[in-house]
């Protein structure tokens, strides 16, 4: 690792004034379980390391206000997997990071760390989709709350500007009952990048919402508001033509992970077998 | 804001309150090994698959290689050191020799932080919890089963 200067500042203000200070030269360190690798094989070589561990307003965990669960950006994946509300609210994020890594990747690893990173195969980025997360971006001279679906932009990229920096993820809290899932393929168990991933969230005014991971360049939305899927009694050959559908916005590619017709063929039963357990959940809610 | 270079840190490792100057690029493993000899914990895959530098901060298990020796400023840190007092191995250093889960050795410190790590939080746990607890620990003699009789071992002998 080549040597950097190194803050750890109080304020999401000291840590902002860095930012525009430095610029793209500075690095800002959360969990870090995907800064130091980068450090390590020189692919990033900030002049500065940002760390937000200590800044109060990021220190706040995981709060209920105005109607919906704001994460801070130093909650880790631990933190959202033991919450009694998060494991109440959302369901499907808490099955996405309980798999995240391995258990000490999951002890240092936030959830803004995973949203900002955008990998399209990121864990948590489907269940955040189709709960509605909201992503909260700060700099010096503004504060700006976007729809996680409007930040993704593809591969490693969001719609963050120079300056900015992301203080809190927002879940507002269902307003009526729903059913969530989160599934995904990998090669082995433990450690290891999706295959493919998905959640699924079925809601009690008949809308199904799927967010893929891992089969297109960001993850993201597709939604059925026919009724069709959510409804067991429904056609079955109308409903094998809605998931088609679903599943047909998916752009995979071949890699070292699987072929792109794997992935795809996947994807259809994946989504079934998600579609499935959500309706039960929606029904047990 | 700390120039490239040194800065006084101070933080607890097992049990003993240590104050020392690290560089700030040097990672925790990196001050664990070649600044206090604490060679137990090791350096191997360096990205957070392998779980061999796996230690103990303030009681949650972490890949000791993808943390800033820095961050543990004011921690309290967990080495496989620390897991025998007095000459006396402690029950799961025990448990591994008994069930012969110790081959090369080389990944079993970090086994037996992750899984002292379980057992503070599951002391009688499941095979499969075992298995799930010690997902972020790779062993290449593969002593997969001898490492989780180990671990069962140990938390009977010490809810008994």
């Known amino acids: 690792m080549s040597p950097f200067q190194y803050a750890r500042p109080d304020t999401v203000a000291e840590a902002q004034t860095l930012l525009a200070e430095f610029g793209s030269e500075a ?5 870090g379980t995907d800064l130091l690798v980068d450090l390590r094989g020189r692919r990033v070589q900030p002049r ?14 995981i709060e209920e206000a105005d109607g919906a669960l704001r994460i801070s950006a130093t909650s880790v994946m631990t933190d959202l997997t033991e919450d009694e509300r998060v494991r109440h609210y959302y369901p499907a994020l808490v099955e996405a990071a309980a798999v995240v890594g391995s258990i000490q990747i999951r002890n240092r690893a936030t959830l803004a760390g995973n ?10 980025v489907p269940a955040l989709l189709v709960y509605g997360a909201e992503v909260t971006l700060t700099s010096l001279s503004a504060t700006r709350r976007l729809p996680l679906d409007d930040f993704l932009v593809g591969p490693g990229e969001t719609v963050l500007e120079a300056g900015e920096m992301v203080t809190a993820i ?7 009952p729903a059913g969530a899932t989160f599934a995904r393929v990998t090669r082995r168990r433990g450690v290891d990048l999706a295959t493919i991933s998905l959640s699924c969230l079925v809601d009690s005014d008949g809308t199904t919402t799927f967010a893929y991971g891992a089969v297109a360049p960001r993850p993201f939305l597709v939604r059925d508001h026919s009724g069709v899927l959510a409804d067991r009694g ?6 094998e033509a809605a998931l088609r559908e679903m599943t047909s916005y998916a752009s995979p590619i071949t ?3 699987a072929s792109a017709e794997y992935r795809q063929a996947m994807l259809d039963v994946m989504s079934r077998r998600a579609l499935d357990k959500a309706i039960d959940r929606l029904a047990a809610a | 804001m700390i120039p490239a270079g040194a800065l006084a840190m101070t933080f607890t490792v097992n049990g003993t309150v240590r104050t020392l100057e690290v560089a700030t690029h040097h990672t925790l493993l990196d001050v664990l090994r070649d600044q206090l000899d604490l060679t137990g914990t090791k350096e191997c895959c360096a990205e957070g698959e392998c779980g061999a530098c796996t230690v103990l901060v303030d009681g949650r298990s972490v890949n000791s290689c993808l943390m800033l020796a820095v961050e543990a400023d004011g921690s309290e840190i967990a080495t496989v050191e620390g897991l025998a007092s007095d000459g006396e191995l402690g029950p799961l250093q025990q448990a591994f020799l008994d069930k012969g889960a110790a081959q090369c050795g080389f990944c079993i410190p970090g086994q037996l932080m992750s899984a002292q790590a379980l057992l503070a939080r599951n002391p009688l746990p499941t095979v499969d919890e075992v298995h799930d607890g010690l997902v972020g620990n790779l062993c290449r003699c593969a002593g997969y089963q001898q490492i989780t009789e180990a671990v069962l071992a140990a938390a009977e002998s010490v809810n008994r």
Do not use: F, Q, W
């Open chain 1, 115 to 124: 949203v900002c990173n955008a990998s399209p195969a990121a864990d948590t």
């Open chain 1, 48 to 61: 500065v390391v940002v760390d937000l561990k200590r800044v109060a307003e990021l220190t706040s965990g």
């Open chain 1, 234 to 239: 429904a056609d079955e050959r109308d409903r």
């Open chain 1, 27 to 31: 690095s800002l360190l959360a969990g």
């Open chain 1, 255 to 257: 890699d070292i992970r």
């Open chain 1, 170 to 176: 927002n879940l507002p809290i269902p307003s009526r």
